[in-house]
Every structure is written in C-alpha cells, then in structure tokens.
C-alpha cells in the first residue's frame, strides 16, 4: 500500500476539502495519512497531530525553521524520515520548497529541483518545466530541466525520445532574451531531442512533449492559460444561456463541451511534481477541490508506482553534470 502524507492544512479551502479528497482518494492500494491538529475530523483516516499552519504570506525559509511542527513541514519531513512514500500538499509553494530541500533533499547532480507541470494538449498531455519553482535560473538551470522533463515523459507519459522545445517569444532562433539565447545554445549540443523555440500561444497544442523555461515564465504562462481556460468557458456558458437557440445548441453540444472541460480542467491532474529531489512531492493549486486533492494524490501515487525519484536518480546525474560542466567556462 502506498503511504501519502496529506497536508491537511494546506490551500485556501483547508481543512475541510483536502480531508475529503482524501477520503475520495483512498482505496486498497493508497492510504492518505493526514497530518493536522489534533482534533481534526478525518473520516477514519489516519491523524498525526501537529501543531501550527504556515500561512500563505508567510516568508519560505524563515517559517521553515520558525515551525518545524506545522502540518506541512512535518508531511514533508515524513519522506525524508521514510515514514510514507510521498507528500502532496496545496500550501505555501515556497514554504513547499524550502521544506523540502532541508528534509529531503536534491538527488546527487541536481543543482535545483523544478515543478513539472503537465498541460492538456491536443495531441496529448505536453510537461512543462519550471512551472514556478526557480523564479531565477542560468541557463545550465534549464538544460538539466529538460533532462528530468524528458526522463519524466518518458517514465510517466510513456513518450519515446520526447522532444523537446523551449518557451520563447518566437519560433525563431535569434528570438529571446539571453536567457533563452544561451540555453538554447547548451539544449543543441545537450544529446535531447531539441527542436527550436516554441511560443505561448501554441501550449495547448502539443508542438513538443517537454517545453523548457524558468520559473519566472512558466507560472506566467500557466497562470495565463489557466485564466484564459476559465474565461473562455464562463463566457461559453453566458452566451449558450442567452436565447433560446443557445439553449438548444447547448444541449446538442453538451457531451462534446463536457468532454472537452474535463480534459482542460485543471482539477483533472490535481498537482504537479517537484522533481530533483530524494523524495517524491506533489504541489497542489492553493485553491484546489476535493476532487483536485483525490487527483493529486493518485498522481502522486503513480510516481511511486513508476519510482519516479530512482529513474531520475539513475540517469538525470550522469546526464546533466556533464552538460552543465561543459557550460561553465
């Protein structure tokens, strides 16, 4: 049985939403293990108690140290200390991260872990790479991104030689700001699948399996993507409700439209990985759902069940070192 530790006071609508994503979650194979307050009404499941919550405006690294016993330092400290098997939490991301590096820890090679995030494209779910873990990054930061993006498609996707294309402001080679230009420049000789430079206005479509940037730009773009979606389909909604022929059409399309909002819900993933690490962490969105809990904790489990951390252990080091290396004058 796969153990997840599930920060019962992480996100905007804690405690009571994550505990029944949790309950929703759990079966024969996954057993959520929820840490919180003493108290807390968990539906049978199990309770370690803690004490304290980091807040969402809180400082990463001071609160870190300030609140070793807080619910979301003390998931995370469990997969550092091998008590469960992961840890999903929709808390404080930074607080995620500086929790994570001081109880868990990077994988030997790995200069900083990334948040792969795993976009619904056209032609099949598309891991972008850094989704907002490293607002700042030199460019050898994002060549062995790429390396644990394509060991990720390739292990959790299933994709052979994914390829591999990084986020810029045109297909162009000469299109970018340094950044760019010099990773790009590290991506062609790095032995991936590069093929070039990919804009934000085709991420739904699936152009490449892994797109590649900074952090800075992929929460960005994400965010983006997100607002839009929502948008988009709000306003979808408005118009069909507006006339009676609306009406109509959207009972014609309904199972098409329903179709199509599940696979861009973001709810439909629930989480996201922190990759780079000893251990294995699922980030979920602040705002997140009791259905976008259950979904992150079943893709937490099945990078357990794919030993995502040992695959990326057994090749990203040996890869990466020596690309990064190359860079460095």
Known sequence: MIRVAVDALGGDRAPEEIVAGALLAANDEIKPILYGPAGLSTGGLELVETDGVVEMHEKPADVVRAKPDSSLVRAVRAVGDGDVDVVVSAGNTGALLAASLLHIRRLPGVMRPAIAVMIPARRGPTVLIDGGANADARPEHLVQFAHMGVVFAEEMLGVTEPEVRLLSIGEEPEKGNQLTLET????????????????????????????????????????????????????LRTEVAATVRGKIGGLLIRPAARRLRQ??????????????????????????????????????????EHRLVDRLAGRVPERVVESSRSSTP
């Open 184 to 235: 790009a420049a590290l991506l062609v000789g790095s032995g991936l699948r590069f093929m070039g430079n990919q804009e934000g206005r085709v991420l739904l479509e699936g152009q490449a399996d892994v797109i590649v940037c900074d952090g800075f730009t992929g929460n960005v773009a994400l965010k983006t993507l997100e607002g839009a979606i929502l948008s988009v389909v709000g306003s």
């Open 263 to 304: 696979r861009l819900d973001p709810d439909t993933y629930g989480g996201a990985y922190l990759l780079g690490l000893k251990g294995l962490v699922v980030i979920s969105h602040g705002s997140s759902s009791r259905q976008a809990i259950a979904n992150a904790i079943g893709l937490a489990a099945r990078g357990v």
